[in-house]
């Protein structure tokens, strides 16, 4: 058998567009219009990525209908701007917005295009701002030039903080949760929430998303920033943020990413503990997850245990640290039949892989062609990407490592879902 | 048809220099157009007498796909058929990019068929890879570069004797030879025939430094037009007659910074 996948992603190490994250940075935040300078084409990515992430929600149930949407704007660049610059077309865009929309502020996001003509987008933005007496900002990243999705998100933050925010006494127990994550309503975030409270902290704002003006201005006053970020790149542009706030308002962070599995969640909780100065709550907190964890691997354990699972892997190292998975597999009592690494990890992907696999398990590790007889076998298939044989059970694994305990909680009882399906069936679960 | 292209440095002469090889080639009843790459729009002056008004680009921003050849070619002294690029002002939009979609739509337009000589006058130094487009694409088969024996004007020289190289794999584009235009420099003539040599090509011309030439300038007209007996316009009959018969195109071997300043310092130390 040979296994085909879906060729519906494509992986690119490092390589992303801002502008994606210039939008999602302040999608959710009440009054804020986003203009993306760029040609229109550019729009579609962060159109699909809004509406997988609708479906997400929905398929959640986590959808909330009053949620503020900021509307997107792109100015529109054509041939004739490539060669006379956008700077003109970019003001009659602004003039629209602010007509069409009436913002509180403006974020403008540059695409690859303006960045290689060098529209002096920030003068625009500047003069913009004078004229319409709102806050217009110029996000400095370019598209794919010089910036990825989370470059693009960082620098709104900074934006959003360098316009809005001014130093405000601190108040107690206060945290600021730093990343997306789903936002407020999402499961990583409550999680977050949940093993704040062990500390007696209270989240009072969320950003740069989902936050209101007058959240943003309430940044400065918090006693703490939590960054979220979820995987190494994300998380040292969220420790980026973090680091400028503490420079600009004296605001500490914690210097740890999102808990992932059980033996991060319990380094975070220490890590807490230490930040401050409260021993006894870290080892309440490692009780009480432990034995929510022990309950839920009780009832998994006996539907997965006997299964011949194989994970399969398409996403390189520096989007995916599989760590989490192996601890999450040998709470259920799997021993792995084998990893696939598949066809979509370029050679350098897959050595560094290999590499980190070596460090996390004994299982053996195969290509894509020499795996096809493991996966003829497997009862149920682990994967980052969708295979395209529909008789085997899939657990779509999240593209962003749960948070905590209730994240490898949930991710168990899907896994424990997909053994129940009868084998014939087939079928994928998605694991977010 | 001979496809002639003229790089070097900014401010060196090429747009003089080619407006007064169009004309001596169009006193010889040669159809010829010029073809000014560069957004300052001034390589056609001296023959139609006046800076063009009307270029490719402000045409297809005016009329985007319903532009005319009679809107974007004009005649200028002796019938010579002048074509501005265009571009954008200085300081936005990207003047490559202008390039590359006026020569394209030149193309598109089929507005350059009859003619015996093309001559493409090209801006500075091959800066990025739209005015790199007449080698590159293959509008232009033989390229002049015109210096000085400045050193500045050399390593530009140099640099476009790069850009040549790095084109001769895929296609017809070779050099065809220096053409020296004097700034009265100590030993320029020498200076310039070696490192001509050393680029694997020649000195084809030596354009002495002359008031008829600023004079004319001036005057909007080019030499051979304002003193068409003067021996000024005959060093341009000779370089127009020698493009003319010009076979020995070559791909230049550049010479690393390091032996263009140890020549520099030979000759003008």
């Not at chain 1, 500047?126 to 990825?148: N, T």
């Not at chain 2, 003539?189 to 011309?205: D, G, I, S």
């Amino acid at each position: 058998m040979v296994i085909s996948k879906r060729p519906v992603v494509t992986i690119k190490g490092g390589c992303s567009c801002s502008m994606p994250g210039v939008w999602r940075a302040v999608a959710h935040n009440e009054g804020a219009v986003v203009i993306y300078h760029s040609p229109k084409a550019c729009g579609h990515v962060t159109r699909e990525m809004n509406l997988g992430g609708y479906y997400r929600s929905v398929a959640r149930r986590e959808f909330v209908p009053r949620q503020y949407m900021a509307p997107l704007v792109v100015s529109g660049l054509k041939e004739e701007h490539s060669i006379f610059g956008g700077a003109e077309q970019l003001r009659q865009c602004i003039g629209y917005v602010v007509t069409r929309y009436k913002p509180a502020y403006i974020v403008i996001a540059n695409s690859c295009v303006a960045g290689v003509i060098g529209d002096d987008v920030q003068a625009v933005a500047y003069e913009a701002g004078q004229e319409w007496k709102i806050p217009v900002m110029s996000v400095p990243c370019s598209g794919f030039l010089d910036g990825e999705y989370y470059a693009g998100f960082y620098h709104t933050g900074r934006a959003l903080a360098d316009r809005f925010m001014f130093p405000r006494p601190a108040m107690e127990n206060t945290v600021t949760l730093l990343g997306d994550r789903g936002g407020p309503g999402g499961p990583d975030v409550q999680e977050m929430k949940g093993l704040l409270q062990y500390f007696g902290l209270k989240a009072h704002c969320h950003f740069p998303g989902y936050a209101s003006l007058e959240e943003i201005q309430r940044v400065p006053a918090s006693a703490l920033c939590v960054p979220l970020g979820g995987r190494a790149e994300a998380f040292s542009w969220m420790r980026r943020l973090a680091s400028d706030l503490e420079e600009m308002f004296g605001v500490p962070f914690l210097d740890h990413d999102c808990p992932v599995g059980w033996q991060g969640t319990k380094t975070w909780l220490k890590n807490m503990g230490k930040l401050l100065g409260r021993k006894s709550q870290v080892l309440l907190a490692e009780k009480e997850q432990e034995q929510r964890l022990r309950q839920q691997v009780v009832k998994s354990r006996a539907k997965i245990r006997a299964a011949r699972v194989v994970l399969c892997i398409g996403r390189p190292l520096l989007h995916f640290q599989p760590d989490w998975v192996f601890e999450l597999l040998a709470y259920t009592g799997v021993s792995l039949d084998g990893i696939i690494l598949l066809r979509g990890l370029t050679g350098q992907q897959r050595d560094a892989m290999r590499r980190e696999l070596q460090n996390n398990t004994e299982a053996p590790v195969f290509d894509q062609r020499e795996g096809a007889a493991v996966l003829e076998t497997a009862d149920l298939v682990v994967t980052t990407h969708e295979l395209a044989e529909d008789t085997k059970r899939q657990l779509f694994l999240p593209v962003l490592s749960p948070v905590g305990v209730g994240g490898l909680v949930l991710v168990m009882q899907k896994l424990a879902r997909l053994a129940e399906r009868p084998a014939r069936r087939g079928g994928i679960i998605y694991g977010w | 048809m001979k496809k002639v292209a003229f790089y070097g440095k900014g401010g060196i002469g090429k747009s003089t220099t080619a407006a007064n090889v169009s004309a001596a080639l169009a006193e010889k009843g040669h159809l010829v157009c010029q073809i000014g790459c560069d957004p300052k729009n001034d390589s056609t002056r001296l023959l139609l007498g006046k800076a063009c008004a009307q270029t490719v680009l402000d045409m297809v921003r005016q009329n985007g796909d319903e532009v005319t050849t009679e809107q974007v070619v004009h005649t200028g002294f002796a019938g010579v058929k002048c074509v501005e690029a265009g571009g954008p002002e200085p300081g936005v939009g990207c003047a490559g990019r202008g390039i590359i979609v006026a020569l394209e739509k030149l193309k598109l337009l089929q507005a350059i068929t009859d003619e015996h000589f093309v001559l493409y006058d090209v801006l500075g130094d091959v800066v990025c890879g739209g005015f790199a487009v007449p080698i590159r694409e293959g509008y232009a088969t033989d390229i002049y570069i015109v210096s000085s024996g400045e050193l500045m004007s050399l390593y530009a020289a140099n640099n476009i004797a790069k850009g040549v190289a790095r084109f001769s794999g895929r296609g017809r584009a070779r050099l065809g030879g220096i053409i020296g235009n004097s700034r009265n420099i100590a030993n320029e003539r020498e200076l310039l025939c070696e490192f001509a040599e050393k680029l694997n090509t020649r000195l084809v011309a030596f354009i002495p430094h002359d008031r008829s030439v600023q004079q004319a300038e001036i005057r909007r007209k080019t030499v051979i037009e304002l003193a068409p007996h003067s021996r000024q316009a005959d060093v341009y009959r000779r370089l127009a007659d020698y493009i003319v018969e010009n076979t020995a195109l070559t791909v230049p071997t550049p010479m690393s910074l390091a032996e263009l300043e140890e020549l520099s310092l030979t000759y003008g130390d």
